[in-house]
């Protein structure tokens, strides 16, 4: 645990607690003051102590709902992630007081109270977290609070987490020494002195190859040492298996589920997809329009291309796109494929593909050629968020483990596209997406997707 973090989480619950009084008052007083009333005349109006007695139960209730949603967790947070939960902790607070209101109506009757109550919590809540995250980042970068840690793995494997942790501090991990091993690690005098002085809070283990044995050997060591341990899983680890266990005959027999998405959340997900599709497909309406006018300027050749993917349990579709190449260009990819940039996997890269246009390449740069997916969305052959589909010939060069991807619709993006990483390998990329499908959730998909367009032109601008 990083002290940054303690700290940090240990002032969200009194800070909480004043900040949902505040919000509670700002709509009293609001709703009181001569600007509202006279606009909206008032009918009912509560005495101050009496709210007052109210609102410091309301508050303490708040707390007890957000600590049960995990918003108290001893875990690093991403600020993404808090923003949805803030939402729907304070959500879940005012819909229980309604209903309390329903049952014993004298209590209290003023629903604009409620509404700017409940929109003002919300906005301080998000403020508060918004000014923690900038301080702990500010503190980070002075190297206050960091977790010192020791990476093993030989220099290929350990080398991109290396690079990540020294150029962004918000990471909050300070490397105090690397090692290819562990035994490399106990052979070494300096190390030796730092983990026996007790000054280091990880050891994270980059090279996901290493044998049973080796990893024991680790696991020991760490607990023996009181050091936390991180390590990259590998494909099969990257599967959080959801365990259902029973008893059959006296025998302990365990169900090894799929996904989350099994039964109502396959619903839940369903109504998400065709809420936002259709809603984003009403907004961005003029920018297709624009965009369809653009590409038939430029060359000749349809607007749209529907091309082959495979999708949920092999079935084949045709995926949406904004055409973004040459006509025929199927037909010529078997031309180039000797110049294939990736050969970590069955996907096709080339950076500068001949078969794209010169508009293309800006639909491209802005994945706006994926906008028409949506459509697919509605149709019920995609998702919002899943891993993205692959063509026939793709998907035939899998490696065993690799078709778990096809277990779910797959998605305009996913996990793997925002990660942060444009170049990972196609093995990083499933370990990616199978984490997602075994570890869904309606508030993982919600980050995705609000994150999806920051990461898209983060990238675009370096």
């Given amino acids: 645990m990083k002290k940054a973090d303690f700290v940090l989480n240990l002032l969200l619950v ?3 607690f004043v900040l949902l009084f505040a919000a509670g008052l700002s709509a009293y007083f609001l709703r009181f003051s001569e600007t509202v009333a006279s606009r909206y005349p008032v009918f009912f109006e509560i005495p101050l102590e009496t709210y007052f007695s109210l609102l410091w139960k309301v508050a303490i209730l708040g707390i007890i709902i957000f600590a049960f949603s995990g918003f108290y967790s001893m875990q690093s947070k991403s600020l993404i992630k808090e923003i949805p939960r803030v939402f729907t902790g304070v959500s879940f607070l005012v819909v229980f007081l309604i209903l309390v209101i ?11 109270i409620i509404i700017l109550a409940w929109l003002l ?10 000014i923690l995250t900038l301080i702990k980042n500010y503190l980070f970068k002075k190297s206050w609070g960091l977790a010192k840690v020791i990476i093993l793995g030989d ?8 690079t990540e942790y020294k150029n962004n501090h918000r990471w909050g991990f ?20 730092i983990i026996e002085t007790k000054k280091i809070d990880y050891i994270i283990q980059t090279d996901s190859t290493i044998s049973k044995d080796e990893a024991l ?3 020991t060591f760490c607990q023996e040492n009181q050091i936390s341990l991180k390590y990259v899983a590998n494909l099969f680890q990257a599967q959080s298996l959801h365990l259902n266990l029973s008893s059959v005959a006296g025998l302990p027999v365990v169900e090894i589920q799929g ?30 329009i624009i965009l369809a006018i653009l590409i038939k300027l430029e060359s000749k050749g349809s607007i749209f291309v529907g091309l082959e993917r495979v999708g949920k349990k092999g079935e084949m579709f045709k995926i949406y796109k904004f055409r973004s190449m040459i006509s025929g260009a199927h037909e010529l990819k078997k031309e180039i494929l000797a110049y294939n940039e990736r050969k970590d996997g069955p996907l096709f890269k080339m950076k500068n593909d001949p078969r794209i246009t010169k508009f293309g390449r800006y639909l491209r740069k802005f994945s706006l050629d994926e906008l028409p997916q949506l459509f697919n969305v509605l149709k019920g052959e995609m998702s919002l968020v899943g891993p993205r589909p692959h063509e026939p010939e793709e998907v035939s060069q899998y490696q065993r483990g690799y078709k778990k991807l096809l277990s779910i619709k797959p998605g305009i993006t996913g996990m793997a596209q925002v990660s942060g990483r444009s170049d990972l390998l196609f093995s990083e ?17 919600l980050v995705i997707f609000l994150k999806t367009p920051w990461v898209v032109f983060k990238k675009k601008a370096y």
């Fill in 14 to 16: 009194p800070f909480d």
């Fill in 155 to 162: 220099k290929k494997s350990r080398e991109d987490l290396v």
């Fill in 174 to 193: 300070k490397i105090v020494g690397l090692a290819n091993s562990l035994k490399d690690l106990e052979n070494s005098e300096e190390l030796k002195k």
């Fill in 102 to 112: 329903f049952v014993q109506r004298e209590v209290f009757s003023s629903r604009f």
């Fill in 217 to 219: 050997d680790l696991l």
């Fill in 121 to 130: 919590a919300i906005i301080y809540l998000i403020l508060l977290r918004v």
């Fill in 259 to 288: 996904t989350p998405l099994d039964g109502w959340g396959k619903v839940v997900k369903r109504i998400f997809d065709l809420m936002i599709s259709f809603v984003l497909l009403v907004i961005l309406l003029p920018i297709f």
């Fill in 429 to 445: 990329e499933a370990k990616l997406d199978i984490f997602y499908i075994e570890n869904w959730s309606l508030l993982l998909d």
